[in-house]
């Protein structure tokens, strides 16, 4: 049998995606700047799908909400550096924005794979990740001797970002129901919560701390007395055993804190990472005040931070954030730009809270929490960091989004329209004996006009049979 011929039948759409889903889910903490690629790679493949018609545009009301969200968020984005003059120098600085424009394209191709696998995949391939981010975790700290741990997205910020949102497909699995094997997950998302504090962002285990609890409150119609017992004893030890590896870490991120408060109350120091933040915010809002409406354009941070920190606290520093998302896109976007970023979490959860409020399925109330989970994450994390404009988080925000809105109330589409299957005629059978008759039994081809197709390559088909009519007519 030709071996390509061999891999395109084990190579089927859904196999395809199901491959993809675990490439998107393990690889951000692990492999980092890997699920760019990915997801990339895949959204322009769903592109060139659509359109040679081998996939169907999935339309349905959230997807369309969210969609709406995200583009207005865009056109913003582009209309400030319209109305700023800067629309041709801007446009290098608009490649991101591609990633969030795929979201409709994402969402149309990940529907034609069945949830419960979707939804089983995010768990396992998020406990891999879980387990992953420890091992790189546990090397960079103790091995080669990094403060804060990066994982393989090379930033200790992202980093804890996506592991905790590995974390919480651990627990939303175990908790759901969905898995049966707990035991396995837990272990695991505790792996993940260890990578988390090895990073040293304090904002994450905030976030952390807040996503568990919307969890819990997400899954609360599965909790029995007895299921509440062994709850508690799980936390209780899990908590025990975290603070007991990670309490050196735990105390110096505190310490550091409140030493760059006392810096910067009492000495004015805004060169401490919490000076830099509380000096960024000072310049971020003046800059704010400026351009209320439309903001300054997408690439005027840099030099915005640059002229500011050189003014008021005679150094040179340039950040192209303000290390706060809706900061940063108030300042870039304006009003508009910031209430459309806004509107995008505001209708993810509208999304989920609908759900959760309606529906028992238990796949869709993991879509509902995956998305929850990643709000909480993004917006918390958000606040002291970035929001969107970054390569891994982008990608990680709509790998989440995509898959939690599908899960959570997306409809299943078939990827190929069927049409109708010609007999083929002498040629054709000839290269089909060539490649062989086998080729013919895939599970794919099983249906009345395959039946035909093989009927007449063997010679006893519709074909043969009016060829014999018509030479006894003759």
Known sequence: MNPFISLRRHLTPAQVIIYFSIACFFSPPVLGSAVSFVFHGGALWSVLLLAAKRRRFNVDRPMLAMTIAIYAYCAAMVLASIVNGTLRADVAYFLPLVTLLFFPISYSTWSIIDKASLARIAVLASAAACSGALVLAMVQYYWIGMLRAEGGAGNPIVFATVTCLAV???LSGALSGMEKAWKPLSVAALAGVVATVYSGSRMVWVALLVAVVAI???NRRRFTRANMRRLLVVAGASSLLTAAITFPIIVDRTHFLFDDWQALTTRGDHSTPLGLRVGLWD???????EAPFFGHGISASRTLTQEGFKERFGTNQGFNHFHNGFLTALVEAGLLGALALTTIFGVAVWNAARVVRLSADPVERFGASMIVVTVIVYVIGGLTGTLVGHDILDSTLMVFLVSGTYLASGRTVPPIKKAPIAIPGPTTRRI???????DLDHAELDSPEAS???????????????????AKAA
């Open 283 to 289: 310049i971020g809002l003046d800059a704010f005040r």
């Open 168 to 170: 919480m497909m651990c």
């Open 432 to 438: 089909m004996d060539v490649l062989g008759h086998d």
């Open 216 to 218: 819990l409150v997400v």
């Open 452 to 470: 035909q197709v093989r009927l007449a390559m063997q010679g006893f088909g519709p074909g043969r049979m009016a060829g014999n009519g018509q």
